[in-house]
Nanobody, 117 residues
Framework: QVRLQESGPGLVKPSQTLSLTCTVS??????????WSWIRQPPGKGLEWIGY???????YFSPSLKSRTSISRDTSKNQFILQLSSVTPEDTAVYYC?????????WGQGTQVTVSS
C-alpha cells in the first residue's frame, strides 16, 4: 500500500522560497506510469493543482504558478520536493502531495503552510 507524507516548515516569510518534501513508502517514485502531484487548498477556497512529476522525471506545472514552481526528486530517499519561490500571503494553504495512476489516487494528509512576516 502506497503512503505519502508531507513535511516542511509551517511558516514562511513573504518573498522567501517555500520548500516541501513528500516522502513515499510502499512504492517507488520511478514506477512506470506513476504521476506525483502537489495540490493546495487556500483557506475558504477550493483545491488548486500546482504541478506534477512523472515517473520519467518530466514535470508539468499550472500556468498560473509555472514561473515560481519547481518539482524535483531524490530517488535515493524516495522523495519528491516542491519549491515555490517569492511567496506572498496568498500562498497560505494546506499543501497536499498525491499519487495518481490509471487505477488509483492516493493523497497525503496535508500540511499547513502560512506565509506571514
Amino acid at each position: 500500500q502506497v503512503r505519502l507524507q508531507e513535511s516542511g516548515p509551517g511558516l514562511v516569510k513573504p518573498s522567501q522560497t517555500l520548500s516541501l518534501t513528500c516522502t513515499v513508502s510502499g512504492g517507488s517514485i520511478t514506477t512506470n506510469s506513476y504521476y506525483w502531484s502537489w495540490i493546495r487548498q487556500p483557506p475558504g477556497k477550493g483545491l488548486e493543482w500546482i504541478g506534477y512529476l512523472a515517473y520519467s522525471g518530466r514535470t508539468y506545472f499550472s500556468p498560473s504558478l509555472k514561473s515560481r514552481t519547481s518539482i524535483s526528486r531524490d530517488t535515493s530517499k524516495n522523495q519528491f520536493i516542491l519549491q515555490l519561490s517569492s511567496v506572498t500571503p496568498e500562498d497560505t494553504a494546506v499543501y497536499y502531495c498525491a499519487l495518481t495512476t490509471t487505477t488509483m489516487s492516493v493523497w497525503g494528509q496535508g500540511t499547513q503552510v502560512t506565509v506571514s512576516s
